[in-house]
């Protein structure tokens, strides 16, 4: 599999309810739907200030990539299950009368063969209507999402986005940029890598790449070696390997003035336990920095505990022990090439960058008005 470049089984519930109260009228709402290769998540959200507030979200687990390595297809069981997430998802945009949306497949759509027929029916039985985005607008709106966390002092930014089914990374370079501009410059790529012409300081995109190489593909690549360690380290040299071809790979960036923002379940989760939280908490997870001996100190505890201890840990959870230790192998790789004293660990993805994307180009967020 090489890195990409840019160039039913049983009848659905009609009906499934939805907790979310009847909000109160107010302006426009905007929605962002991402269906990924592990997971269906979505957010309801009005512009406040140069941010959004959140109205309503939702997040299920839905395991639509089930099998795809091995069959090539998405199986019955999570086109069933993924179904039933969308309802629940259908009637919160209808309660909440939203009319400005974005909603979006990722890998485990891209890759099955299947993939435009669950399309057709997801329409067909939801009434939503999903775009299976490629791996550059993947990558666009991981970037966008992540721009509050970018630090003035930011000269080289790695974005690192571990996805369920692919990996994406992009290398931003903002040496040109006034440092108060910096994150600023982020959120202006929401229509694309190139640099706006419009005279203003921009980010320079140095190069970036998608690995099809997620949580859930290298799992399953190795699923076959019965010895933890090994099986971890196997999968670390492997992902490694797949980023050969990322010009920035060459060569290591000063730590001064370098800046990693990583966005995934495993680095909230390594966050989490770096805290020793058995209770998440988002405050105190989204925008904590850590060095690379802290991830690796995690990663380290996690190698000893083994399956069954990580099974236990109520700071890995239920949803995530089985996806943790080939998304820690992924993160392990990176910072063995790139090794920073700060990496902002971001609980943000492609639905804020979705949100922040849609309402930029309205121009109701402050700052991105003509």
């Not at 974005?102 to 435009?116: K, P, Q, W, Y």
Request: with cysteine; charged share 25%.
């Amino acid at each position: 599999m090489a890195p990409k470049r840019p160039v039913s089984a049983g009848a659905v519930p009609k009906k499934v309810e939805s907790p979310a109260l009847n909000p109160p009228d107010s302006a426009p709402l905007y929605a962002a739907l991402d269906l990924g290769t592990n997971s269906c998540r979505m957010l309801i959200a009005r512009p406040d200030g140069d941010q959004f507030k959140v109205v309503d979200s939702f997040s299920k687990s839905v395991q639509l990539g089930s099998g795809l390595e091995k069959s090539g297809r998405l199986s019955r069981a999570s086109i069933f299950r993924t179904i039933q997430a969308l309802r629940v998802c259908q009637q919160k945009l209808k309660r909440h009368k939203v009319t400005k949306m974005r909603l979006v497949a990722t890998e485990a759509c891209r890759r099955a063969r299947n993939g435009a027929d669950f399309m057709a029916r997801v329409k067909r039985e939801t009434g939503l209507s999903l775009e299976i985005i490629d791996p550059q607008q993947e990558a666009q709106l991981a970037v966008v999402s992540c721009a509050p966390l970018v630090s003035k002092k930011t000269q080289q930014l790695l974005v690192v986005d571990i996805g369920g089914g692919s990996t994406e990374l992009v290398w931003i370079d903002l040496t040109g940029v006034p440092r108060r501009d910096r994150a600023r410059s982020i959120m202006r790529m929401h229509g694309g890598f190139h640099a706006a012409d419009d005279g203003q300081p921009a980010a320079r995109v140095v190069d970036w790449i998608s690995v099809p190489l997620g949580v859930a593909p290298l799992r399953d690549q190795f699923r076959d070696v019965e010895d933890d360690a090994a099986r971890f380290a196997l999968m670390s040299w492997f992902f490694e390997e797949n980023l050969a071809e990322f010009a920035p790979y060459k060569d290591e960036p000063p730590r001064d003035g370098f800046q990693i923002v990583g966005t995934s379940g495993t680095v909230t989760t390594v966050a989490a336990s770096h805290l020793g939280l058995k209770r998440y908490d988002r405050n105190k997870v989204d925008g904590l920095r850590m060095t690379s001996e802290q991830i690796d100190k995690v990663i380290r505890e996690y190698l000893a505990m083994g399956p069954a201890g990580r099974r236990r840990d109520p700071r890995i959870g239920l949803d995530r022990q089985a996806l943790i230790m080939s998304g820690a192998a992924i993160l392990q790789a990176l910072l063995r090439c790139w090794p920073t004293d700060r990496l902002s660990v971001a609980d943000r993805g492609l639905r804020e960058g979705m949100l922040y994307a849609q309402m930029a180009a309205d121009g109701v967020l402050e700052g991105t008005k003509d």
